[in-house]
């Protein structure tokens, strides 16, 4: 329960269109409550827009807890901001002093294209999913689900990978736009689990050939994946993944199957 | 409005065996010709869509977000309740059946309810077999925590993300199917009618949130699971984007809607810091496993530090009203007591409008008892996120909590099948109203979402097409006269929207909307509040298609033109919610009469009179809805005051 206001100048991302040319454009707001979060000053914005016959900034967002992955903004050159474990609509106006001058653009990767403002297209992560981030499996031909036990060891650390929230700030953040650390976490989650063995080598071969299809980079050990995860998903993963990978890749050469 | 509840022949138990043993069965081979709409895709309509396809279906889905897997269904923390008695502490399909009922304050329909119980212990299975990495004993076997009012231990996690978990199995079996082309996704398509053909139901009209597009999808039936419509208060913690409109341009089409006014305030959420807010946040409720609620006793300590106020200057007052159920008593009743408490004068954090909103919820005895680490352990992540939004650490002072809008029991009407008073038009998940009656319990809704998609939609909806001739299977055509009317309809409101160009923001007409439903329709609730709102209500709606503003274009990324049409429905909707409330002259659950309580402040039903479903029928913007009843029959519970005492 902070009492004093902040003063900002906000340099905030404006495209149209996809195809149209963007430019920064400068803003100020006075009178940010330090209690309020970055997405309810981005509100305040756009009232403030809308009053002067301005368009309101488009971006995107739902759940206003760091939990949908929706919201996608990269802030002072890094994407959901400089805390570390927090999504852009989990930072609150209380990390930034008065007078600061913020500079708000969209997640920034070749392969999530800038739709409007600071929203972007992040569909590729879900083809991503499509080529093999699940379990084969009949609804309703599941047997009891204390048949297998599973220890608490793989459960907590299935839960781990599986915590992802596939908002994009690690291809958004990586130099390559590369999507290891997203891919490697749900691969990771269903390779772990008894469920998941059987499609194990399968699911690592089609799910890295569907970052390559749909224009992700390579992983060249950077890091900063991992520091830009709000929800602090483990290069532990990406090693995962690679042995995964490695292993599927040579059976096939053996076996000529996957 | 003919209403059918189609309840099974059979006692309780055998009832859902015998109905599905009845139902007709397409033809495997035939399957690909039916085409089914799913719109949404949180639990209820994930599951179904997967679910369909995977049965051979013809299936388009449709959400507002970039990505199915961001349905609000993702934000559930606490749990999911399944009658499987892992614990072996005494727990049963009947005994779920009948938390339920009594739960829900004995106003749901028995014959639903225990098929929710029943499909239940499936749930749990099917989750496990897609990679669901709900938490585990050392041995290997699937934990379980009592949650919310329960006194058996019944609930599944994962984590504070058992939703999230839920929703991304359910995302990953719908990608699966997208992958192999039985399943078509549409995101960031909005659902803005529903087209009847006939008068049954055959399509949908949408807007592409990109391109401004409107286009018209037909199919051999149309499934809403839409979720709820607690952002009618403004403030809440679902989602920003969650909304009405799919539920109500829905029953402007003719569906029913059942019990508008049971929405559930639920006890533990951050309160309220200052009028820039744009959502309230949950703190799970299983928090009040191992937390004390308390408020001081005397006004004048309320803005003390609360680590300061001595033992016995605090009132722990749920331990003090409901001595067995203490801490976990039920959500309604939770709420209303903080609400009284705070009433009095005795609430606690940063006064709004001259109250303060807010009852500590302390943990400083389970850290005595069990150690900062255990406590750490269970609800760490919860504790980081409320140090996020307040700037407090609970570990050294209690939390502040205050009741908010969560849930909406009330929702289309539907029958033992699913489907709503417009043929061919299903409700599943949040959308519908069929499960908790009056109040839900805690870890129920996932249920609830997951029983409709996974194991009851396959096969209503089957049956349903079934009915359908082979011959006019998936031969409905976008271009009849109807699918024009519905599509020139949705138009002719976006062209009125943005010709208004006035100066009035969505925004700011939602915010206003919040508050009168939170004050008059909200945790109490008179004739003269509700009177009052309806007027108030109708005015606001005026204003806004008077004096709205939205800046830009329909043919772009509008999202100013997206709130409006939203705010647009609240506003008619919030009128119905009014209207019902006013019209059940009795307390029951999530719904307090002032005009009815017990000395003690207790809620008062009055089966007699309002033992029933009350269905509302569309009559024309701000006229008077027609009232329709089911009545509800209890053949296997006996009605009974709730007592918690
Ligand atoms: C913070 C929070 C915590 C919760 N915790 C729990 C818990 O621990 N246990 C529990 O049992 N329940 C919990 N609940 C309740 C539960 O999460 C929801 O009731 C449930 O997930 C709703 O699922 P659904 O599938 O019906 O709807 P949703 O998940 O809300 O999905 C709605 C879908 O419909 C789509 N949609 C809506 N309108 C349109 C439209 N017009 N056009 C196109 N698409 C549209 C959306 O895009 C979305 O895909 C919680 C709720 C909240 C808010
Ligand atoms: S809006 Fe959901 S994670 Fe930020």
Redesign the pocket.
Known sequence: MSAKTLNLTLRVWRQKKPEAAGQFVTYKIDKISPDSSFLEMMDLLNEQLIEQGDEPVAFDHD?R?GICGMCSMTINGVPHGKNRLQTTCQLHMRSFSDGDTITIEPFRAKPFPVMRDLVVDRTPLDSIIQSGGYITQRVGSAEDANAVPISKTIADKAMDAAACIGCGACVAVCPNASAMLFTSAKMSQLNMLPQGKPEKDRRALHMVQAMDDNGFGNCTNIGECEAACPVGISLDFIAMMNRDYAVAKVKKIFSGAA | MKLDSKIPEGPLAQKWTNAKFNYKLVNPANKRRYSVIV?????????AAATLGELGYNVKC????DS?R????????????AAKNYQNDGDSIFRLFYDTIKGGDFRSREANVYRLAEVSVDIIDQCVASGVPFAREYGGMLANRS??GAQVSR?F?ARGQ??QQ??LGAYQSLSRQIALGQVKM?NR????DVVKVDGVAKG?I?RNMVTGKIDRWAADVVV?????Y?TVYFL????A???????W?AHKRGAGFANPCFTQI?PTCIPQEGEHQSKL??M???LRNDGRVWVPKKAEDCAKNPNDIPEDARDYFLERKYPSFGNLAPRDISSRAAKEVCDEGRGVGAAIAGVRRGVYLDFADSIKRLGKNVIAERYGNLFDMYENITGENAYERPMRIYPAP???MGGLWVDYNLMTTVPGLFA?????YSDHGAN?L????????LA??YFVLPYTISNYLATIPLGQAGKIDPNGPDFEEAENNVRSMTDKMMSIKGKTSPRSVHIELGKIMWDNCGMARSKESLTDAIARIGQLRERFWNDVCIPGEADNINIELERAG?VADHLEFAELMCYDALDRDESCGGHFRLEHQTEDGEAVRHDDQYGHVSVWEFNGVGKAPVKHIEPLEYENVQLGVRSYK
């Open positions: 759940c807890e | 719109v949404g895709s949180g639990l209820a309509g994930g599951a449709f959400c507002y977000q199915p961001r349905a609000h269904s993702i934000a559930a923390q606490g749990g999911i309740n949650f919310g609930t996690y058992t939703g839920l929703l549409y398509h909005e659902m803005l949908i949408t809403l699971a839409t979720g709820g607690s809440s913690t679902n989602a984007g969650c909304n009405v409109t799919a539920a341009r639920h946040t949950l799970s409720e299983s969560h849930y909406t599943a998940g949040e959308a519908n839900r805690g870890a129920s809704a996932l249920m609830q979402g409709d998609g939203r």
